[in-house]
């Protein structure tokens, strides 16, 4: 059973940065994919990013290319999302997920796919 826990949310001006943390324990594979959704208030939950454990292939949603980047530290089990360059449509609940998922965007971006959810972390950019 894959735990995950996210932090580093919080409140940054226009322009400003912030990264996210997941820390996964419990055996998340080489085979599991981890990827970052958000969630605005009275909108559905959207792709953001996803890496995989093994080769550090990545993939992301056109909204944040050129400004969020991913990447993982497999000794700590950890995934990071630098965002940077963040705007206000930027303002969310982040959360992380991780399956056993075919590394391909149609999979990818499907939040039905994955198995393990963490409890999220609230990213708010004032204008």
């Known amino acids: 059973q894959v735990q995950l826990v996210e932090s580093g949310g919080g409140l940054v001006q226009a322009g400003g940065s912030l990264r996210l943390s997941c820390a996964a324990s419990g055996g998340a594979s080489s085979s599991y994919a981890t990827g970052w959704f958000r969630q605005a208030p009275g909108k559905e939950r959207e792709f953001v990013a996803a890496?995989?454990?093994?080769?550090?292939?990545?993939y992301y949603a056109d909204s944040v290319k050129g400004r969020f980047t991913i990447s993982r530290n497999n000794a700590k089990n950890t995934v990071y999302l630098q965002m940077n360059s963040l705007k206000p449509e930027d303002t969310a609940v982040y959360y992380c997920?991780?399956?056993?998922?075919?590394?391909?965007?149609?999979?990818?971006?499907?939040?039905?796919?994955?198995?393990?959810w963490g409890q999220g972390t609230q990213v708010t950019v004032s204008s």
């Open positions: 997920a991780a399956g056993s998922i075919l590394f391909s965007p149609v999979v990818l971006r499907d939040v039905d796919k994955y198995d393990y």
């Open positions: 890496i995989r454990w093994s080769g550090g292939l990545s």
